[in-house]
DNA sequence: GGCTATTATGACATCCACTTTCAACTCGGA
DNA sequence: TCCGAGTTGAAAGTGGATGTCATAATAGCC
């Protein structure tokens, strides 16, 4: 899994004439080994804590990278920092987002997704993706 | 419809102890008469054009005014500007987002909603708002 | 209609999360 | 090893949102 995305990202890098440094091998650690739905911020500091002579722009580079590689995809939850999430080849998933401790779980709804394709074709529209979240109170946090 | 709002905003001033202005009518007024789903620089463009006098910060103040009386909607769609839309009294609707022109349609789907209770209940999740957007190309676009 | 306490306004400053710039540095092929 | 192209990181720049503050307007009370 996590093999499988450094692969794909070290032929992304390659196809591109881009090159392999051992910033970008940091990074891309970082991100895997991390939760998902990390900031730039929260992964600029995981990583400044082991390696301080990196920079924010770069963290925030190379994410970007990632998502144009296809293995990571830009979130924003409206907390005002775009975070973003481990994504595996066609997977996609929704989020329940906890509005009192922040935390962030994913699901996914077969029924759902026809549904909202039935939606789109009847008013002739073409579904590039879609972003569904639910805000609320998480198990724990309703005790 | 239009009328109501205005009833609404009006009561929620006099009950706040604020003042009714004549900043906060126009504002109200271009509001209500507009397109849904403006952002805030876009309100302010328009009433600037009939009223050269009235600044950003009072059409930004007042439009959060307007969502804590529950007559507006603060969204996020990516564009990395704040649009406001109308909202009627508990009335919710989902988002068709096209890419290429930036047109907004709106839908509501039940049953798309009770498979959202049921996968929040499942996990022990309480729901209090959700967003459902669904991005692609419109039907003019496709063309 | 005046008076006054309180709230609102608007020009401007500031914040904040990126995003770009640019000179110095690194990588990889010849 | 050399060189051209890509990369890095500190710092400056952006753009939208939000805060500041002196001035203006409003509502309630004579």
């Not at 500091?45 to 990278?65: E, M, Q, S």
Request: overall charge positive; glycine content about 8%; charged content about 30%.
């Amino acid at each position: 899994m996590k093999r499988a995305k450094k692969k794909i990202f070290a032929d992304f890098v390659a196809q591109r004439g881009l090159k392999s440094t051992k910033q970008r091998d940091l990074i891309l650690d970082g991100f895997l080994s991390s939760d998902r739905h990390l900031s730039i911020e929260e992964l600029y500091l995981k990583l400044r804590a082991k390696h301080p002579n990196i920079g924010y722009a770069t963290v925030y580079r190379t994410l970007k990278l990632f998502a144009e590689a296809g293995i990571a995809r830009e979130m924003q939850f409206g907390d005002g920092q775009t975070r973003y999430e481990q994504v595996g080849e066609g997977e996609h998933h929704d989020h329940l987002v906890c509005t009192r401790c922040g935390s962030i779980e994913e699901f996914e709804n077969e029924t759902i997704e026809q549904l909202q394709a039935e939606v789109a074709s009847s008013r002739g529209f073409l579904i590039e993706r879609h972003r569904l979240e639910l805000y609320g109170l998480c198990g724990s946090c309703r005790k």
